[in-house]
C-alpha cells in the first residue's frame, strides 16, 4: 500500500524547496498573494531570521510539502492510498486527500500559525531514553502536574508542553531519572497542550466560515490516531491544537495495513528517523 506521510515544524531549514519552486510558478504567486510575502526568499534566504518563527514557519513549510506532493503525483501519476502528518503536516495528508484545495489548506494554516504564534510564556521540550507510560509516572512523582504531554513521537521519544519553569524543573528530574537526553524545543509557547486552549477557541470561530470536503482517501488524526471518521473534520483540526500528537500509534496503524510502503514528503528526514525507530521496537 502506498503510504505518504508529510513532516510538521522542526523539518524546516534554509534552502528547503530549491528543487521545487521554478517548476511550481504559479502555486508559489497564490501562496505569495495570500500570504503577503514571498515564500521562496523566506526558505532560501530567511535575511529576516523568520524561519523559525511559527507564523512563518508553518505556512512555508505547508507551502513547500504540498509542492513536494505535487511533483510527486507528476513525476509518477500514483497518488497514495493512505496519508498521515504530524502536526502540521496534517494539512498537507488532507490535502492530499482532497479535504480542501491547496489555496484553502494555506490560509486554515496562516491562521492556525497566527493563533498559536500569539501564545506566550510556555515552551516544550524533548525526552529521549523513555517511554510515554514512564515519562507520564516520573513526571506524576514529582507532582509536575502543570506539564503536559505534547508528542508521543516514537517508543523512546516524547515532547513535553508546559510553563518554562516548570520545563526547568522536570529536566533536573529526569537527569536524575537518567534520560539519555532532554533538550529545550525553540518555541515560543507550550503547543498541544492544555495552554493553547485560546488559540483554540479562535482557530475553531475562524474554521466554520469553511466548507470542508470528506477527504477520498483515510487520514489519520493525530488526535486519535486512526482515520478521520465522517463528519469529523473540523471537530478534530480544533482538537489538534490543544492535544497531543499520537505519532507512535498512528505509524503502528499505517504499519499494519498490507505491504505498507511508507515515505516521507517534504523537506528532511525526521518523520523516517521516527518510523524506523517505531519498526524496530515491533519488530523486537
Known amino acids: 500500500m502506498r503510504i505518504q506521510i ?8 534554509v534552502g ?6 521554478n517548476g511550481a510558478p504559479d502555486e ?5 498573494a495570500v500570504l503577503g510575502w514571498s515564500v521562496r526568499e523566506l526558505c532560501l534566504e530567511d535575511r529576516d531570521r523568520k524561519l523559525n518563527q511559527t507564523a512563518w514557519t508553518q505556512p512555508a513549510l505547508y507551502v513547500v510539502n504540498a509542492l513536494a506532493y505535487l511533483k510527486k503525483v507528476r513525476e509518477t501519476g500514483q497518488r497514495p492510498e493512505l496519508v498521515a502528518g504530524h502536526s502540521l503536516g496534517e494539512y498537507n495528508a488532507l490535502f492530499a486527500a482532497g479535504a480542501f484545495d491547496f ?3 494555506l490560509r486554515l494554516v496562516q491562521r492556525r500559525a497566527a493563533v498559536m504564534a500569539k501564545a506566550r510564556d510556555g515552551g516544550m521540550a524533548a525526552v529521549i531514553g523513555l517511554s510515554a507510560a514512564r515519562v507520564r509516572e516520573v513526571l506524576r512523582e514529582a507532582k ?8 508521543l513521537n516514537a517508543p523512546e521519544q516524547q515532547v513535553l508542553s508546559g510553563p518554562v519553569e516548570s520545563l526547568a524543573q522536570a529536566e533536573a528530574v529526569f537527569t536524575r531519572v537518567g534520560v539519555r537526553g532532554f533538550k529545550r524545543l525553540p518555541v515560543s509557547a507550550a503547543f498541544h497542550s492544555r495552554y493553547m486552549h485560546e488559540a483554540r477557541q479562535e482557530f475553531e470561530s475562524f474554521l466554520e466560515d469553511f466548507v470542508l470536503s470528506s477527504p477520498r482517501i483515510p487520514v ?12 469529523a473534520l473540523k471537530r478534530l483540526l480544533v482538537e489538534q491544537i490543544t492535544s497531543p500528537v499520537r505519532w507512535e500509534e498512528s505509524v503502528q496503524y499505517l504499519l499494519q495495513q498490507p505491504g505498507p510502503d511508507l ?13 524506523a ?4 521496537k515491533g519488530a523486537s
Open 6 to 13: 508529510f513532516p510538521g515544524q522542526g523539518s524546516q531549514h
Open 16 to 21: 528547503m524547496g530549491t528543487e521545487l519552486f
Open 28 to 32: 508559489l504567486a497564490a501562496a505569495d
Open 103 to 105: 489555496i484553502t489548506g
Open 144 to 151: 509536575l502536574e502543570e506539564i503536559d504531554l505534547a508528542n
Open 220 to 231: 489519520i488524526s493525530n488526535v486519535e490516531a486512526k482515520p478521520y471518521p465522517p463528519g
Open 263 to 275: 515515505e516521507e514528503v517534504g523537506p528532511g528526514r525526521v518523520l523516517t528517523t521516527l518510523v
Open 277 to 280: 525507530q517505531i519498526r524496530r
